[in-house]
């Protein structure tokens, strides 16, 4: 392959990154277009990129200048333009959560199998150069044995509207805590046994009532099965900042990656300033670039596509797994789902 042709579909919030990458130059590939069934959206976008904005997606998937397909939509989607992508044989990364259900998400594995085709999902943290020194370290034995992981994710604003809908979305849990639910098994290299959720919609008590099961504040203990433990937390609206951070205490030391507020500190007439990190798109540019980048080159078979379907699964499993507890009121054993 030459270069890889890219169509991204779903250009809202997300799917403006993945395309403004490709638009400006990643090596190796170029954008061809972007699909989205909403007019608007689609035509400014292809306005902004010079590109093709394609109307319906079975057309666009078909063309053949598109050779890989970046699935930015609705998380209610993913499952169906995925499977649809694989079958025309097309290369698919696909944003997280990987799918709605864990029957939608064996789909899509099946469909991976029978393409053949390169899978990636878009857990971007792990193009982080933060995070990634965090797992080269642990995985150096820096830290000894991972022996307890804290993860928080805090969104400064509420994800779009579609996503408070836990059963088409998997609520707070799949929308904001999917980073987290990778980051654990990644930096500890080992699978969830158990999930024991507790959960409050403290801010907008409002959306709860029109969404049964609305969360807005998040904790989850973990037991992973090479004894470790884990504590995820989540919450949005936050409003102070965009956070994102993990610590990783091992026999031998800890490690800590992320932070709320970036750039030089200002100290002046008693006061001590840093900014606060605006949003994830903002702290996780370089992140994005660098998973585009590495999606490109597994298209073009030069890099391992990964994380892949399995990581995507994983992790699907363990937000499931943390929906049914919090919606039982009791710990859920993750294998039980399967
Ligand atoms: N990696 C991350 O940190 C990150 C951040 C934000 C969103 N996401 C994920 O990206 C996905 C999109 O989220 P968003 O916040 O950008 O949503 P959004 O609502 O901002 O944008 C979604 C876009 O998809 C379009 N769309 C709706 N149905 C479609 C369909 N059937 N086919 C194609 N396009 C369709 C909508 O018109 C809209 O333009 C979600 O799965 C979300 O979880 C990931």
Same mark, same amino acid.
């Given at each position: 392959m030459s270069e890889v042709g890219v169509l991204v579909v779903g250009v809202g919030r997300a799917g403006m990154v993945h395309a403004r990458n490709f638009a400006a130059g990643v090596p190796g590939a170029h954008l061809v277009g972007v699909s989205d069934p909403n007019e608007e959206a689609r035509q400014r976008a292809a306005d902004e990129l010079g590109c093709v904005a394609f109307a319906d997606f079975e057309t666009a998937v078909l063309? %053949?200048?598109?050779d890989a397909v970046v699935i930015a939509s609705p998380t209610f989607t993913h499952a169906s333009l995925a499977i649809r992508a694989l079958e025309a044989r097309k290369s698919v990364l696909s944003e997280? /959560?990987?799918?709605?259900?864990l029957e939608e998400a064996a789909a899509i594995a099946a469909a991976v199998n029978n393409s053949g085709a390169v899978f990636m999902i878009g857990f971007m943290r792990r193009f982080d150069l933060g995070f990634r020194r965090a797992a080269q370290l642990i995985e150096a034995g820096d830290?000894? %044995?991972?022996l307890l992981v804290r993860s928080t994710t805090r969104g400064p604003g509420l994800p779009p509207?579609?996503?408070?809908?836990v059963e088409r979305s998997g609520g707070l849990v799949a929308e904001v805590n999917s980073h987290d639910l990778d980051t654990v098994r990644w930096m500890t290299g080992q699978e969830y046994l158990t999930v024991t959720a507790v959960g409050r919609a403290?801010?907008?008590p409002d959306l709860a009532e029109q969404h /049964?099961?609305?969360?807005d504040t998040l904790v989850v203990q973990c037991e992973l099965d090479g004894g470790a433990l884990a504590h995820i937390d989540g919450a949005c609206p936050a409003t102070y900042a965009y956070d994102a951070r993990v610590e990783v205490y091992g026999s031998e030391g800890v490690v800590f990656a992320g932070s709320p507020v970036e750039g030089p500190l200002l100290v002046r007439k008693g006061q001590a300033h840093r900014d606060p990190v605006p949003g994830w798109a903002h702290l996780f540019a370089a992140a994005y670039r660098n998973e585009d980048a590495h999606f490109a080159a597994a298209c073009r078979g030069e890099?391992? /596509?990964? /994380?892949g379907i399995t990581d995507g699964i994983r992790a699907l499993e363990a937000a499931v797994a943390i929906n049914r507890s919090l919606r039982e009121g009791r710990t859920v054993v993750v294998k039980e789902l399967r």
């Open positions: 063309d %053949e200048r598109v997280k /959560p990987l799918a709605s259900s830290i000894g %044995e991972p509207s579609w996503a408070w809908d403290a801010k907008r /049964p099961g609305f969360v890099a391992v /596509p990964i /994380p």
